[in-house]
């Protein structure tokens, strides 16, 4: 198949109909607006749905509702849209429906700048709504691993009947990169019939289904947060991905970052395996799960001598690097969250700094 070269967010846009998701709703905001805009097209084409709602609080319970009904349903939204729609992926999540949101991050917090930000790695990896659930997040580090995430994400949530997340800063959405829809990523919406409201004559069933997160008895609540609980933790068993860089042989110093940040600390390690000094990084692809074992194993290396998470926020990552080092080496922070991006230069020097 031929590469088309494409900006980040029509890119999603079009890998979501290529994986067969034909119902969208959003809110504009940027920096991903291209996404409605480009669906506003296309989904029309495809006789498929685009209905913008009146606000993102809207938008979060139109996806419940489609979801509920087992329809495969996706939004884009930035930031304070994410905080917006936090109640309805409670509820989705407590429901146990599948959706894919995607989050191209800009800076913060309160309305912050359109620029390039990932200070939104609490809100999703740590579950930004309230209650005890969890979200299946992605972080790609391209155009491309975009498209493949997203395509990726909607067999994902029917699996697990669970929300699924992308995560993307600002560049993602904006920078433009050649890309391809890759055929064995097309899926089929998975059996719903035993779950979803889609209908007792459409099911041929006397049995009606109930899509609801309410639980007044506490030991009926309470095993239902079990039964989520036994979810997510077949996540952390099945879903970890992550990439390994210059990370086979030994190493001075351990980088783990994810997204485009990680894409400027490649170049930097580059540069300084040319000097002479050896760092490898693990990137998370998956930032929920998290690669604990991985970066765990990455750290305990003989000649490591620290561990740096660089990221563009004040250092959300941080204590999850940490709870996977778990003591062995020590693990510092760098990075900025005011829309600029580290240079390679810049991580060069913290790498010397600390060795």
């Known amino acids: 198949m031929a590469k088309v070269l494409m900006k980040g967010n029509e890119a999603i846009g079009e ?5 067969g998701c034909l119902n969208y709703f959003a809110y504009p905001i940027t920096p991903q607006s291209e996404v409605a805009e480009y669906l506003a097209r296309r989904m029309p084409e495809v ?19 489609a979801a509920g009904a087992g329809e495969r349903v996706f939004t884009t939204s930035s930031s304070p849209g994410v905080s917006l729609m936090s109640e309805a992926i409670s509820y989705i999540a407590g429901a146990q429906c599948p959706a894919v949101f995607v989050n191209i991050i800009r800076g913060g917090p309160g309305l912050g700048g359109i620029l390039p930000s990932q200070g939104d790695y609490f809100q999703s990896v740590k579950g930004g709504g309230h209650g005890d659930y969890r979200m ?26 669970n929300p699924v997340m992308i995560l993307g800063d600002g560049l993602i ?7 391809e829809f890759p055929e064995h990523l097309r899926s089929e919406p998975s059996k719903k019939d035993d779950w979803a409201t889609n209908g007792m004559d459409t099911r041929k069933s006397a049995t009606r289904n109930l899509v609801k997160s309410l639980y007044l008895d506490p030991e009926a609540l309470n095993n239902h947060n079990l039964l989520l609980k036994s979810k997510y933790d077949r996540m952390k068993q099945e879903e970890v991905r992550y990439e390994s860089y210059n990370a086979e042989g030994e190493y001075q110093a351990l980088i783990v970052s994810y997204g485009t940040m990680s894409r400027v600390c490649r170049t930097a390690i580059d540069h300084l395996k040319e000097e002479g000094i050896e760092v490898g990084m693990i990137r998370p692809q998956t930032v929920f799960p998290f690669p604990e074992k991985a970066i765990h194993e990455a750290a305990s290396k003989e000649n490591c001598r620290v561990v740096l998470s660089i990221e563009m926020s004040m250092g959300q990552m941080v204590e999850d690097v940490e709870r996977a080092v778990m003591g062995k080496r020590p693990v510092k922070w760098y990075g900025k969250c005011g829309g600029e991006v580290p240079t390679p230069e810049e991580i060069i020097e913290v790498v010397k700094e600390h060795l």
């Not at 890998?15 to 994986?19: D, K, M, P």
């Not at 209905?51 to 996806?63: D, K, N, W």
């Not at 997040?137 to 990726?152: D, F, L, N």
């Not at 959405?173 to 890309?179: A, H, I, L």
Request: proline content about 5%.
């Open 173 to 179: 959405g904006q920078m433009m990169e050649p890309v």
């Open 15 to 19: 890998a979501a109909i290529r994986a």
């Open 47 to 65: 006789n498929g749905v685009f209905l913008q709602g009146e606000s993102e609080v809207a938008v979060g319970y139109m996806l419940f509702g």
């Open 136 to 161: 299946l997040v992605m972080a790609p580090a391209s155009v491309q691993e975009a498209v493949e995430m997203v395509m990726t994400a909607f067999p994902l949530a029917e699996k697990y009947r």
